[in-house]
């Protein structure tokens, strides 16, 4: 089937494997231990995860713990809580400016309409 062919169906197609980039850490803990070159602990991961058992455990809350409500209580909070801007968006922070207070005549002026007793005669 041609790319900009209309297609009328759906069809069914063999799941493709995933493809791991060059470079990339199969099958090894991402958990970022040190910095440097290798940062990586490097164990074996569990299947299907990116961490190796033990920091799973230290990384993961069951649902229906206390655990689980706390941080999703502190997590709440941090989100509701407002934080600075980076210093360079620093300017975020400053109030906005002050316009003006021109009288409608010299608003309208700036504006593409025809003078008030015309408008007014419509």
Known sequence: MLPEEN???TRITQATPAVTAPGARPRLCGYVVAPGA???CDRP???GGSYCVWHHALCAVAPASPDFAALAA???MAADRPGAPPPELGWLNAPPPEFPDDSDDDCL???DLPPAQIAHNE
């Open 38 to 40: 290798s940062p990586f």
């Open 45 to 47: 991961a569990l299947p």
């Open 74 to 76: 502190a997590q709440t």
């Open 7 to 9: 297609k009328t169906g």
């Open 109 to 111: 002026a700036g504006l």
